[in-house]
């Protein structure tokens, strides 16, 4: 997707940490000119985990130019400059840009050619405005810490390619990134997260556990779940079917695919095509109206001969698309049968299988695919109801958190931009007003942590996504609910109310565990491996301490009672000795190991093992195995 240039009303939003990487952009590109005055300079904004700077340069950068930059980006702070906010008229801009004066310490004699065409592209109602620090003069819109003294610790910490405004048909620069934090103990505590991190890359422990593969002949971002990593994702299916039928949602099964009508009604297309796989071209040969001889069609099957058309028997083409979406499908369910109020609010609940087709480049492991197994669900209800319904599905959230240690989480409630209706969003202004409003409230009435960002909404409504932070303060976007008032009345989807007149519901799409890949990858990585034992691939593994015959038949017998009370249980009977089991069992992170010996076997007992934890110690048999199972119920952490 083409970079979006912020408004003027996301800036004005940008956070304290948000401005000071602002400024440290701006200090790498001054940088940068003071060693290569020739660079030319496109656009540098703050992101995520830091910041960046698109340069033209004919000199190719590397981590081996990052010493030198540092240095002369620590005599830009040092020096202390003001951040100077400087109005100047369109013309007066675009003469700046003619000398080469902008994003350069001085004029020069090419023209800053990527300064011009923002210009050109900076709607005619907005105020131009530049920035000075020191002899670094830059078109930019703002805001910035006061002084280049106010930026504290700071690193480079990568280059890229990256086409101008994320265009292949542009120019390819060289995109430098860093990070930027008040004090050199952030700094330092982020680097330390990074390298935490690097240990628990779910791609990497995901090979390691043995839970799930990428093969070049299924296709990249299609990823396969090995029986390890299958029994997850059915413990988490498990959990969302139990709580979602105590929530009082009924379960539904769609096919993947449909036809195009179906996504031409939902908007879906033209909206989101570049998101979905290219059409299946499907021929049909119409049924023919001629019968075997001596056939007597009965009274229904010759009222069928009758609307069948006058072209029967010949060929048509159709467009099918494989389904990057349940809620077109959720709707029809809705709309198949006459609703009456009494039948609200409907919760319509699926594990379904979705396909989107995500640039190569955008691929990474789990967290961003081509296949998703959605936690979905569709909420229909009255006006009156939606708070109640919005409130408890917040509700659902906060168990999930809690069950699985998520101690830190946000909400983004985006909204939509009133320039770009009909364009980016549905043209029902009103619509747009009403629901972002009853969103908004209800929010500020649970007391739940939320933002609002603006120009980031569905198509056909407002959005919240969850932002989780994993136990080392790794962020991730789990999962997103989305008020739909747009395509309930793309489906004509009525109701019949208390006072016997049609009404159009609205619909809550909501999906708390995300999908299977996402929430999988989150979960590899938030517990390093170390699942809880509920949820661990392989429970219990029983090792035993040498290899005779009664031995092995008092551990095979506390498999087979393990395994009868549906628990995960493995035995290792291999001639090794103890310390090799057990290092294999620690290393393939199995939550309880059983070690029994002949004393074990004598008293009818086990010693216990917990990976992370240790040795345990010996207990009773029937005590060690009734506290597996109670932990597996109450699904303890």
């Not at 069950?403 to 770009?420: A, V, W």
């Given at each position: 997707?083409?970079?979006?240039?912020?408004?003027?009303?996301?800036?004005?939003?940008?956070?304290?940490?948000?401005?000071?990487?602002?400024?440290?952009?701006?200090?790498?590109?001054?940088?940068?000119?003071?060693?290569?005055?020739?660079?030319?300079?496109?656009?540098?904004?703050?992101?995520?985990?830091?910041?960046?700077?698109?340069?033209?340069?004919?000199?190719?950068?590397?981590?081996?130019?990052?010493?030198?930059?540092?240095?002369?980006?620590?005599?830009?702070?040092?020096?202390?400059?003001?951040?100077?906010?400087?109005?100047?008229?369109?013309?007066?801009?675009?003469?700046?840009?003619?000398?080469?004066?902008?994003?350069?310490?001085?004029?020069?004699?090419?023209?800053?050619?990527?300064?011009?065409?923002?210009?050109?592209?900076?709607?005619?109602?907005?105020?131009?405005?530049?920035?000075?620090?020191?002899?670094?003069?830059?078109?930019?819109?703002?805001?910035?810490?006061?002084?280049?003294?106010?930026?504290?610790?700071?690193?480079?910490?990568?280059?890229?390619?990256?086409?101008?405004?994320?265009?292949?048909?542009?120019?390819?620069?060289?995109?430098?990134?860093?990070?930027?934090?008040?004090?050199?103990?952030?700094?330092?505590?982020?680097?330390?997260?990074?390298?935490?991190?690097?240990?628990?890359?779910?791609?990497?422990?995901?090979?390691?556990?043995?839970?799930?593969?990428?093969?070049?002949?299924?296709?990249?971002?299609?990823?396969?779940?090995?029986?390890?990593?299958?029994?997850?994702?059915?413990?988490?299916?498990?959990?969302?079917?139990?709580?979602?039928?105590?929530?009082?949602?009924?379960?539904?099964?769609?096919?993947?695919?449909?036809?195009?009508?179906?996504?031409?009604?939902?908007?879906?297309?033209?909206?989101?095509?570049?998101?979905?796989?290219?059409?299946?071209?499907?021929?049909?040969?119409?049924?023919?109206?001629?019968?075997?001889?001596?056939?007597?069609?009965?009274?229904?099957?010759?009222?069928?001969?009758?609307?069948?058309?006058?072209?029967?028997?010949?060929?048509?083409?159709?467009?099918?698309?494989?389904?990057?979406?349940?809620?077109?499908?959720?709707?029809?369910?809705?709309?198949?049968?006459?609703?009456?109020?009494?039948?609200?609010?409907?919760?319509?609940?699926?594990?379904?299988?979705?396909?989107?087709?995500?640039?190569?480049?955008?691929?990474?492991?789990?967290?961003?695919?081509?296949?998703?197994?959605?936690?979905?669900?569709?909420?229909?209800?009255?006006?009156?109801?939606?708070?109640?319904?919005?409130?408890?599905?917040?509700?659902?959230?906060?168990?999930?958190?809690?069950?699985?240690?998520?101690?830190?989480?946000?909400?983004?409630?985006?909204?939509?931009?009133?320039?770009?209706?009909?364009?980016?969003?549905?043209?029902?202004?009103?619509?747009?007003?009403?629901?972002?409003?009853?969103?908004?409230?209800?929010?500020?009435?649970?007391?739940?942590?939320?933002?609002?960002?603006?120009?980031?909404?569905?198509?056909?409504?407002?959005?919240?996504?969850?932002?989780?932070?994993?136990?080392?303060?790794?962020?991730?976007?789990?999962?997103?609910?989305?008020?739909?008032?747009?395509?309930?009345?793309?489906?004509?989807?009525?109701?019949?109310?208390?006072?016997?007149?049609?009404?159009?519901?609205?619909?809550?799409?909501?999906?708390?565990l995300g999908t299977h890949e996402r929430f999988i990858g989150f979960l590899i990585e938030h517990y390093a491996g170390n699942f809880p034992l509920w949820l661990a691939p392989e429970q219990v593994r029983i090792l035993t301490i040498g290899d005779?015959?009664?031995?092995?038949?008092?551990?095979?017998?506390?498999?087979?009672?393990?395994?009868?009370?549906?628990?995960?249980?493995?035995?290792?009977?291999?001639?090794?000795?103890?310390?090799?089991?057990?290092?294999?069992?620690?290393?393939?992170?199995?939550?309880?190991?059983?070690?029994?010996?002949?004393?074990?076997?004598?008293?009818?007992?086990?010693?216990?093992?917990?990976?992370?934890?240790?040795?345990?110690?010996?207990?009773?048999?029937?005590?060690?195995?009734?506290?597996?199972?109670?932990?597996?119920?109450?699904?303890?952490?």
């Open positions: 997707m083409p970079d979006e240039r912020k408004t003027l009303e996301q800036r004005d939003q940008m956070t304290d940490l948000e401005r000071l990487r602002h400024s440290a952009s701006h200090v790498l590109a001054t940088a940068i000119l003071k060693i290569w005055p020739e660079a030319q300079f496109a656009a540098g904004p703050p992101v995520e985990n830091g910041f960046y700077y698109d340069v033209d340069l004919p000199h190719r950068l590397s981590p081996d130019d990052f010493e030198k930059i540092e240095a002369e980006m620590k005599n830009e702070i040092k020096a202390n400059h003001p951040f100077e906010r400087i109005e100047v008229s369109r013309d007066e801009a675009l003469a700046l840009g003619t000398k080469g004066r902008l994003a350069a310490l001085s004029e020069r004699s090419a023209p800053s050619k990527f300064k011009l065409d923002i210009i050109e592209n900076i709607p005619a109602d907005e105020k131009i405005s530049l920035y000075r620090n020191g002899e670094f003069l830059d078109l930019c819109a703002g805001p910035h810490v006061m002084r280049t003294g106010n930026i504290g610790a700071f690193k480079l910490t990568s280059v890229a390619s990256a086409y101008y405004k994320g265009d292949e048909a542009n120019p390819q620069l060289q995109r430098v990134y860093g990070t930027a934090f008040k004090t050199k103990k952030e700094l330092d505590d982020y680097f330390a997260m990074l390298e935490e991190a690097k240990k628990r890359d779910h791609r990497k422990l995901g090979r390691e556990l043995e839970l799930f593969v990428f093969d070049d002949d299924v296709g990249p971002g299609l990823p396969m779940f090995l029986p390890r990593g299958a029994v997850i994702a059915e413990e988490l299916e498990k959990l969302a079917k139990e709580t979602e039928f105590a929530a009082g949602y009924q379960r539904v099964l769609t096919p993947h695919i449909a036809r195009e009508s179906l996504y031409l009604k939902s908007g879906h297309l033209p909206y989101y095509a570049d998101s979905m796989f290219p059409p299946m071209e499907l021929q049909d040969k119409l049924p023919s109206l001629s019968q075997p001889a001596g056939f007597q069609p009965d009274e229904e099957e010759a009222e069928q001969d009758a609307r069948l058309p006058s072209h029967a028997g010949s060929v048509t083409s159709d467009r099918y698309y494989l389904r990057a979406m349940n809620c077109p499908h959720h709707h029809k369910l809705f709309g198949s049968i006459p609703r009456s109020y009494r039948d609200l609010p409907l919760r319509l609940a699926e594990y379904g299988t979705c396909y989107r087709y995500e640039k190569s480049g955008e691929l990474f492991g789990l967290m961003r695919g081509r296949l998703l197994h959605m936690n979905d669900a569709h909420l229909y209800m009255t006006p009156e109801q939606f708070e109640n319904e919005f409130n408890a599905v917040n509700e659902m959230y906060l168990n999930y958190f809690k069950l699985f240690g998520i101690e830190k989480y946000l909400m983004r409630f985006s909204t939509h931009d009133p320039s770009k209706l009909g364009q980016k969003f549905v043209d029902e202004p009103e619509l747009w007003k009403q629901t972002e409003e009853m969103t908004r409230n209800v929010l500020k009435d649970s007391g739940i942590d939320y933002v609002e960002v603006p120009n980031e909404a569905a198509f056909y409504g407002p959005k919240i996504d969850v932002q989780v932070w994993s136990v080392i303060g790794r962020e991730f976007t789990l999962a997103t609910n989305q008020v739909d008032f747009a395509q309930p009345r793309s489906f004509d989807l009525r109701y019949k109310d208390r006072d016997n007149t049609e009404k159009i519901p609205i619909c809550i799409h909501r999906a708390p005779d015959a009664k031995l092995l038949d008092y551990a095979r017998s506390i498999l087979n009672e393990l395994r009868t009370h549906q628990v995960r249980a493995e035995i290792d009977e291999s001639p090794d000795k103890i310390n090799g089991k057990i290092q294999r069992a620690e290393q393939m992170k199995v939550h309880t190991m059983f070690v029994i010996g002949k004393r074990d076997m004598e008293a009818d007992a086990v010693s216990v093992r917990v990976h992370g934890k240790g040795n345990l110690g010996p207990k009773p048999r029937a005590e060690a195995i009734g506290e597996i199972l109670q932990a597996i119920r109450d699904r303890r952490a």
